[in-house]
C-alpha cells in the first residue's frame, strides 16, 4: 500500500471512530538513508491518533517508534519526502495492522507451546512463533519467525510482518 493511502484510510477512521485507533508500518527505503539499515530499524510503526490523522488538530505531527526499538518517538512528518520534504525518507512500503492478511481470523488462534519454551500461533494461512512473556500482567510476544500459505506453497513473512503479527496476536491474548 502507498502512503497516501494509510493517510486517507487513517482519516477516515477518525472520522467515523472517534477513540478507536489502527496501527501501520511504515517501511522506508535503504537509500533514504546515508548509510545502510536493517528492515526492522527502517520500520516505524505509527497511530492513527496523530494529529496528522486527526480532524480539526491544532497541530500536525506523525510519531513513531522503529520496530528494532533504536529510534523511539521520532516525528516522521519532518523527514518524510511524502509529507512534503524534498530528499526525504521516502516510503518503500506501508500497511494497516488490523486490514493485513488473516488478521481477521486472529480471533480464531491455536496456540500451541513449543519445547524449547517458544509458543506457536495458527490463524488462518498464517503461522507465527515467537518467545511469550508477562510484563505487567501483560502477554508480551517477541518475534521469531512467520509464514503463511501463498499461490506456491508456505513462504517465510519478512520480519516487519511478523512484528505486526506479534502486535495483534498480543491484543486479542490480553483481551481473554
Not at 519526502?81 to 486490514?99: F, R
Request: with cysteine; net charge negative.
Amino acid at each position: 500500500m502507498i502512503y497516501s493511502e494509510v493517510k486517507e484510510i487513517f482519516q477516515e477512521w477518525n472520522r467515523n471512530h472517534p477513540g478507536e485507533e489502527l496501527t501501520a508500518h511504515i517501511v522506508f527505503t535503504v537509500d533514504s538513508f546515508m548509510k545502510e539499515y536493517p528492515l526492522l530499524s527502517r520500520t516505524y510503526v505509527v497511530s492513527s491518533n496523530n494529529k496528522a490523522f486527526r480532524p480539526n488538530m491544532g497541530g500536525y505531527s506523525i510519531f513513531g517508534d522503529s520496530l528494532d526499538g533504536t529510534d523511539l518517538g521520532v516525528r516522521l512528518e519532518g523527514y518524510m519526502a511524502e509529507e512534503g520534504n524534498p530528499g526525504g525518507w521516502k516510503v518503500e512500503d506501508c500497511y494497516i495492522l488490523e486490514q493485513i492478511r488473516d488478521a481477521a481470523a486472529i480471533s480464531n488462534l491455536s496456540r500451541v507451546e513449543q519445547g524449547d519454551g517458544t509458543v506457536c500461533c495458527f490463524f488462518g494461512d498464517t503461522t507465527i512463533r515467537a518467545e511469550e512473556t508477562i510484563e505487567d500482567g501483560k502477554m508480551r510476544l517477541t518475534p521469531i519467525s512467520g509464514d503463511q500459505v501463498g499461490p506456491d506453497g508456505w513462504g517465510d513473512l519478512e520480519m516487519d510482518r511478523v512484528y505486526g503479527y506479534c502486535t495483534l496476536l498480543e491484543r486479542q491474548l490480553n483481551q481473554k
